[in-house]
């Protein structure tokens, strides 16, 4: 009997932060692995080679943008072509930016709901005829806290969360009697250039230290006072792909030292 080929898992957005722990995690179970997002060619080569070589999967970049379309069912299709499918695709790709509601610039939200929401939806739509026909699928969206719960200043950032939490529900419902499952993640804060930029931003404004606008960023949400990590992301990936979460489906797992709780 010849050994199942390993499965194949696309993550969005995985040249950095939290979609790149996202893609170790994956890639130390043995799947392999496809990477997505922007950066500088050089440094994305490194962390594709890398992979390869730590863990002895194989890996491909694709550098879609996740609000085009086209590119990314071409992201999908490329990828089959290449690794033989997409069992598993991690709609992981955002940004953020803050402002208050009534001055928030019209671009920003354009940009936001298209990276956070829309973006997940064209991966969505993209990756499942092919899961579909090979009877197999694992979707995981990378909500946040923000799409259970609102704070001030990150108007799209919510609303796209919130949506993408209501796409998983749909999602997962249209496609539970076909061995497919969606689910989303909601992190509480990860220590990130995402969230980095935010302490940054904070630390000028507040004329205060870095090192204390992290320090009150954090204790003002997150009741255990931790950052969480790539790595923990990454292994509650691990575990929605396991064979034990198969009846986990269309709902939010969060990972936000008790954020939420509140
Ligand atoms: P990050 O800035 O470190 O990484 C973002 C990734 O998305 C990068 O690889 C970037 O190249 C990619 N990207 C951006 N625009 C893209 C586009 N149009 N097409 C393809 N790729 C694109 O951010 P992060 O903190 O790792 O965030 C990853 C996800 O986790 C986001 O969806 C974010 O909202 C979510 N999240 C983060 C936190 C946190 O505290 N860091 C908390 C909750 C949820």
């Known amino acids: ?50 992979i390869e070589t730590r863990f002895g999967v194989k890996s491909i970049f694709i550098g879609a943008d996740v609000t085009d379309y086209e590119s990314v069912a071409k992201m ?9 499918s997409v069992d598993i695709i991690v709609n992981n790709a955002g940004v953020q930016f803050v402002s208050p509601v009534d001055e928030f610039p019209l671009d920003q939200w354009l940009k936001i709901i298209n990276i956070n929401l829309t973006g997940v939806f064209y991966g969505i739509r993209a ?16 909500a946040s806290a923000h799409g259970l719960v609102a704070s001030t200043g990150k108007a799209a ?6 949506g993408v939490v209501g796409l998983t529900k749909v999602t997962a419902l249209e496609n539970a009697r076909a061995n497919i499952t969606c689910n989303a993640i909601c992190p509480g804060w990860v220590l990130t250039p995402l969230v980095q930029k935010q302490i940054d931003d904070r ?6 230290s870095v090192q204390e606008a992290s320090d009150t960023l954090l204790l003002e949400k997150q009741p255990n006072a931790r ?32 954020w939420t709780a509140q």
């Open 1 to 50: 009997m010849t050994a199942l080929p390993p499965k194949v898992a696309l993550i969005t957005g995985s040249t950095s932060g939290i979609g790149l722990g996202i893609a170790h995690a994956l890639a130390t179970e043995g799947y392999n692995i496809v990477l997505n997002g922007f950066g500088d060619p050089a440094e994305i080569e490194k962390t594709r080679s890398d």
């Open 76 to 84: 999908i299709a490329d990828a089959e072509n290449k690794m033989g």
């Open 127 to 142: 990756a499942l005829p092919g899961m579909k026909k090979r009877g197999y699928g694992r979707i995981i969206n990378i």
């Open 157 to 162: 950032y919510v609303a796209a969360k919130h």
């Open 203 to 208: 630390a000028a404004q507040q004329g205060v």
């Open 227 to 258: 950052f969480a990590t790539p790595e923990e992301i990454g292994a509650m990936v691990c575990y929605l792909c396991s064979d034990g979460a198969r009846n986990v489906t269309g709902t939010t797992l969060s990972i936000d030292g008790g």
